[in-house]
């Protein structure tokens, strides 16, 4: 496998019966992994692993296979340095001094954390912790180990997945989509089979103007993906320049595309405000990948829906055209579109191929693209974005 976690190196494991602390550690430390030395670690290696499986404490479902086993999957049968898991016995009394908790990006992949500071030489032993502590101290791990861990990922996802079959038949017709809020105040279905949908006035005149200045702080030239996981680089395909919108500095209008989209925060990709000038363009392409991929922090997902909103109207240009069907969208401001790139199985509908024409008149639109599962890789959590302006919308 070629990886060693160094970062996850703080038990000294020569007598088994009573592993201690290398180092002095502090609470929150992560001290090793789960191993990962067997064919489906976490499902043979330990009796204690079963509460994975329990859909509330192990809520990833992506990293089941369709007879919803857990499918990562090592062929190496070396214990390694940091991945020394199942070495750590329980504390009958509940006096341990460290707890085991699903990585968020790569689990099944168990870190064990230090629940309170260990001295070095000090025993180490597994205590209980609730599912809430589970699932919180899971977060901060995640967040505060997101480069480590990022850089496992690449280790991992060679072994995940194996087996899961991704035969596309292209000619079977597509089903199965996402659903959105159709009771949403004003919304209109544009176009069926595939199902597109506008919202008029679905943003403020307002929060549109508050959005491009917010935005307009930190413009930066739009990038297009390589094909390969999170390579970006420019394109004459993609002429128009972007700022990225953290979250939080956007509760209001990610509140109403949760509402509108039916969807968690954590599945909203980061929102992005794009600002076309003269000449500028998106020429055709789909939002959706012919696959399941890995990408902008989700793991082994795919865009089951996209929704963008026209941040100021547009007299000439600039259209967005749906090219397989014939549909064009005149911008006007706060007018949103929905439609649904890939199916909840997650094969691409090419028919929602579309182009932002040709800017002649100044264009502005904000973009969001709603992922089937949580964001997993924490290298991209939106607290590592930098904040734009104080004005909270
Ligand atoms: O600019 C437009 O009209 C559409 C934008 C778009 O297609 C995208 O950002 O994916």
Known sequence: MGYSSEWANRIDIRNENDPIASYDVKAGDVLTLYPIDRVEFGVHECGRCVDLLHPERFPYPHLRNEKQELCIIS???????????????????NKGNCAFVPLPSIAPLCAIVATRDIAQGESIKECKISRKETLDLSM?????????IGYLLPYLNEMA?????????????????????????QIQKIHSN??????????????????????????????????????????????????????????????KITNLVNCDDDQVEILQVLNYKQGQEFKAHTDGFDSATSS?????????????????????????????????????????????????DLWEDELTEHQGGVAIDEKWILTSFIWKHWKGDFRYDEDFLPSLTDDII
């Open 75 to 93: 062929e190496n049968d070396s214990i390694r340095h940091g991945w020394l898991g199942n070495k750590i016995p329980m504390d009958r009394e």
């Open 140 to 148: 901060t791990v995640g967040k505060r180990y997101a480069h480590g």
């Open 161 to 185: 997945y194996m087996g899961i079959p991704y035969s596309r038949e292209k000619q079977v017709p597509l089903s199965n989509f996402h659903t959105i809020n159709t009771s949403y105040p």
């Open 194 to 255: 595939p199902d597109i949908y506008t919202i008029p006035n679905f943003l403020s005149d307002e929060e549109c103007d508050r959005l491009i200045a917010k935005a307009s702080t930190s413009m930066k030239q739009s990038l297009i993906k390589t094909g390969k996981i999170d390579l970006t680089q420019p394109n004459s395909q993609r002429t128009s320049t972007e700022a990225s919108i953290p979250k939080r500095e956007a509760p209001t209008i990610l509140n």
């Open 296 to 344: 902008s922090g989700y793991l082994h997902s795919g865009r089951i829906a996209t929704a963008f909103c026209y941040l100021n109207d547009v007299e000439t240009g600039g259209e967005t055209t749906c090219t397989k069907l014939g549909l064009k969208i005149k911008p006007e401001k706060g007018l949103c579109v929905v439609h649904f790139p890939m199916t909840l």
